[in-house]
């Protein structure tokens, strides 16, 4: 879905081997972590004791496109709020052919070392100080990973810039496929590449992909050139869960069409994060009214309780609250899935964010 040559408009987002890891959190159920009284930050507070839903917040750019007024995610852990995100994946990242990574936005890359940036990566602690997982938002530069004799120095950077941010996860956004690039990732590269971060980083280090709808339903329509149904078989373990994008085709999320289409492709609920788009400024062609979304999770969620939750894309100016608010949006989202999940127990009440009790893979 290249609309744009622009990495960062172009973007598109994005159990069973895990139940015994959750088992433990659902069963025992008495989180031990306290409320805090800090004024610059909520905590993540759960409620119904099961954290199983995600509430997933993509903040893809983090100064607004047109005014490059920065933008402010810690907004979603403000103290006078409820939390109600549970991940946010920050930035968009991608490695350079000469090993240093860059973040972009207004069409441009950047260093995220310089000074003037320092401000972002003060917000993302106080976010993940709420308890809250952020995540690496990996977009560009796949294609260095595929050469097995050079892996280790890419490898290499992309871990010490993980490392230096102290992200809690990575998510892998593969869209190099049908953009004129001729060397889009292989399947053995990012078995590779997710079961070194799995290995170096532990098992509660959280790792996503970000497939559009139609590659998950097998029908064709795909950014990354592989297939996610041979990943799964081969890798899932060591992936936490799947950031899809059904907003690939235009206004998807008006149907119940490819949630369903996935489901018969054989995926399992439990794998699959619904993502929607959160600002009609990515593409009217995709842009769905909140609504008629509304409408749609209600149903999937109803009809696949096991879901695991809800991304939006992409933080600076999405609905309901626009770029005044746009920490409005998780609440949201956690809203529609709560009012399907009987009496509350696993849904994403306010908040089922805390780190430590992040699904672990
Ligand atoms: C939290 O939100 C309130 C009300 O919108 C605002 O006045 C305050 O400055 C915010 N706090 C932080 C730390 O941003
Ligand atoms: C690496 O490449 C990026 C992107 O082309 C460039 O902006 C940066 O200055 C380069 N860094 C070094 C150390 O050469
Ligand atoms: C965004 O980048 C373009 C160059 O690509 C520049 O002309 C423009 O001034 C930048 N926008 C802002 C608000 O700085
Ligand atoms: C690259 O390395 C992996 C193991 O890390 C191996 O499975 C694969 O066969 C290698 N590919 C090539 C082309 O040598
Ligand atoms: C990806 O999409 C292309 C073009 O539609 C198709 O030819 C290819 O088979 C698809 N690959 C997978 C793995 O689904
Ligand atoms: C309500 O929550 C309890 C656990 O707190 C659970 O055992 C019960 O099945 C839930 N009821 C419904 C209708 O979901």
């Known amino acids: 879905m290249a609309k744009s040559t622009s990495l960062y408009s172009s973007w598109l987002t994005g159990l069973l081997v895990f139940l015994a890891a959750i088992a433990p959190l659902t069963s025992a159920a008495t989180p031990t972590y306290t409320t805090s009284a800090s004024r610059s930050s909520g905590t993540a ?60 936005f207004n069409d441009t890359n950047v260093s995220p070392n310089l000074p003037r940036h ?70 053995e590269a990012v078995i590779r590449l997710i ?15 970000a497939p559009v709808s139609t590659a998950m339903a097998g029908s064709g329509g795909n950014m990354s050139k592989f297939s996610y149904t041979e990943l799964e078989k081969r890798a899932g373990k060591d992936i936490s869960w799947y950031n899809v994008q059904f907003y690939y085709l235009p206004d998807e999320l008006e149907s119940t069409d490819t949630v369903d289409a996935a489901m018969q492709h054989g995926w399992q609920p439990q794998r699959i994060v619904i993502g929607m788009v959160t600002e009609p400024d990515f593409g009217q062609d995709v842009w769905v009214e909140l ?30 609250g626009g770029y005044p608010a746009p920490w409005e949006w998780p ?19 306010p908040s089922s964010g805390a780190r430590k009790l992040v699904f672990k893979a």
């Open 195 to 209: 079961q070194r971060l799995r290995k170096d980083f532990g098992r509660d280090f959280v790792i996503t992909l």
């Open 45 to 104: 507070t759960p409620i119904g004791g099961a954290n199983s839903k995600r509430i997933v917040q993509y903040c893809g750019t983090l100064y607004a496109p047109s005014s490059l007024n920065k933008v402010h995610i810690a907004d979603t852990v403000n103290s006078t709020r409820p939390v109600y995100v549970t991940d946010v994946i920050y930035g968009t990242w991608s490695m350079q052919q000469n090993k240093t990574m860059t973040i972009s």
């Open 118 to 187: 320092a401000w972002a990566w003060s917000e993302m602690k106080t976010v993940q100080r709420a308890g809250v997982s952020v995540s690496m938002g990996l977009r560009g530069g796949f294609t260095y990973f595929n050469d097995n004799s050079t892996f280790e120095g890419y490898y290499g950077a992309l871990r010490s810039t993980l490392q230096k941010y102290k992200f809690d996860g990575i998510d892998l956004d593969i869209e190099d496929y049908g953009e004129g690039r001729p060397n889009p990732i292989t399947l």
């Open 291 to 320: 609504p008629k979304v509304a409408k749609t999770l209600r149903t999937v969620f109803a009809k696949y309780p096991a879901l695991k939750g809800v991304d939006g894309f992409d933080y600076y100016d999405q609905k309901p």
């Open 331 to 349: 609440a949201w989202a956690a809203q529609q899935i709560s009012a399907v999940g009987g009496n509350g127990t696993g849904s994403a009440s």
